[in-house]
């Protein structure tokens, strides 16, 4: 797939073309979502807020409020395609077939809709706002983090010359290319593409998945990308995110419902799941209190996401808590997703599958170098490891700009539950520059479920 992204650019034929093509278009974690909720949760009502992390970029000023409002009206007038339904239906997902339920792929064929939206600029950010049903809501997050995503990069474009954009693909197709041969040949190597929330756009985003699969072969396994995934015929990748435990939280009625709220949404998703999909998401209110208090079957889930804490911290938490229950960590998943690039996926790599010195040069290891030597890594210490590479995959034009400025420079934007049933939602996470909700809400989760193990570190992406 050769796409001459800076003629495309200049002549503006991008200005024509909807962001979200499909309703596959989003993360594949947001679909078996939407299956739990669809399931277990049909009446629910929510609300998701945007929030701009980045508040340097007055996102209300450089992104059109009228072409946001045009593309979100865009989406929601979208409707899963038969060609999509039957893949969901027929494809097989972490080798087994069957995933989704007729009754649930019926129901987005026949009935599913998106919310409607608020929409407007307050004190140059944008604020909006989705709320409804949860089965209407959720998947509205990916579209709109890659909707403005897109429209801020294509207001940036639209001020170069021909040129200029010439030099900034080139800059960005060579970075690839380094970070790529830096990462090709490494033994054992997992990395996945995550980068479709805060991607440059989606063309980029198209043109740098089908680069890593044909660069790095199997160490690529797959990308989080449904739409990308069903048209280039990839794994897609992807199980539960935040929200989930979220709204258990909100919806409890005690401190002591607050705090077993996270496990019981474990129980429901195994039973949804059957077993399958089991892979852990501990840092919505703290991975250290999360593990510590965690009932013993929960070791038997098959791995854990980190996304908010160090993640040699957090390996390593994890694998000495799967040996204190009796498992062997060689045979679970440790999955990195927090701010990744080439320095940090190599890193962790070498430090959690012991393959340091293999295929990369010294100065690629050298943080997990100071690890081994302090943590005394041993054979033992040994899990299979994945990195889920997203902003710094899709959005990396830092410096890229032939004028020299930070004008590409991706923004750390989210959209997260924010209410549940007229309750407020928390997301403390282990740093607490990420944590979200009412101030009020927040030191209360805090006193619940405890501070330790919390960094207060600042937010890259």
Same mark, same amino acid.
């Given at each position: ?201 989606? +063309? ?23 739409? +990308? ?233």
């Amino acid at each position: 797939m050769i796409v001459n992204l800076a003629r495309r650019a200049h002549d503006h034929n991008w200005e024509l073309d909807p962001i979200t093509r499909s309703l596959l278009d989003t993360d594949f974690y947001k679909l078996l979502m939407l299956q739990f909720i669809w399931k277990n949760f049909p009446k629910l009502h929510v609300a998701f807020t945007l929030l701009n992390r980045t508040p340097s970029a007055r996102l209300g000023e450089i992104v059109g409020i009228h072409r946001l409002r045009e593309q979100l009206e865009e989406t929601r007038n979208l409707r899963f395609h038969k060609s999509e339904l039957i893949w969901l239906a027929g494809n097989t997902f972490y080798g087994r077939r069957g995933i989704f339920e007729p009754a649930f792929l019926e129901w987005l064929e026949r009935d599913f809709r998106l919310s409607d939206f608020d929409l407007s600029v307050e004190n140059g950010q944008l604020a909006l706002r989705f709320h409804g049903l949860w089965t209407e809501t959720t998947l509205w997050e990916i579209y709109a983090l890659a909707a403005i995503s897109e429209l801020k990069t294509r207001a940036s474009l639209k001020v170069l010359t021909e040129f200029d954009l010439d030099i900034l693909y080139a800059r960005a197709k060579t970075r690839l290319w380094e970070k790529m041969k830096r990462l090709r040949g490494v033994p054992e190597l997992s990395i996945s593409d995550f980068g479709t929330r805060r991607r440059h756009s989606f +063309l980029w985003q198209e043109y740098v998945v089908v680069a890593m699969r044909d660069t790095l072969g199997p160490a690529f396994t797959g990308t989080s990308n449904a739409y +990308l995934a069903y048209k280039h015929d990839m794994e897609a990748i992807g199980t539960n995110a935040h929200e989930l435990p979220m709204a258990l939280a909100a919806l409890a009625d005690s401190d002591d419902e607050l705090r077993t709220a996270q496990y019981r949404l474990l129980q429901l998703w195994q039973q949804s799941y059957q077993g399958e999909l089991l892979i852990l998401l501990p840092d919505t209110f703290g991975t250290t209190q999360f593990l510590r208090n965690a009932p013993g079957w929960v070791a038997n889930w098959t791995g854990q996401r980190i996304d908010s804490k160090n993640a040699y911290t957090a390996g390593d938490e994890y694998i000495e808590w799967l040996v204190r229950h009796g498992r062997n960590p060689r045979q679970k998943r440790l999955i990195a997703s927090d701010a990744l690039d080439v320095d940090q996926i190599l890193g962790l790599h070498a430090y959690f599958t012991g393959t340091l010195r293999n295929g990369a040069t010294p100065q690629d290891f050298r943080r997990a170098e100071d690890f081994l030597n302090e943590r005394k890594w041993t054979p033992e210490r040994r899990i299979r490891f994945s990195s889920g590479w997203g902003t710094f995959l899709t959005n990396d034009f830092r410096d890229c700009n032939p004028h020299d400025d930070n004008t590409f420079d991706p923004v750390s934007l989210v959209c997260k539950l924010t209410e549940v049933e007229g309750r407020p939602a928390v997301k403390l996470s282990d740093n607490y520059s990420k944590a979200l909700g009412d101030p009020a809400e927040i030191e209360r989760y805090r006193r619940v479920f405890g501070v330790e193990g919390l960094a207060d570190v600042p937010v890259v992406t």
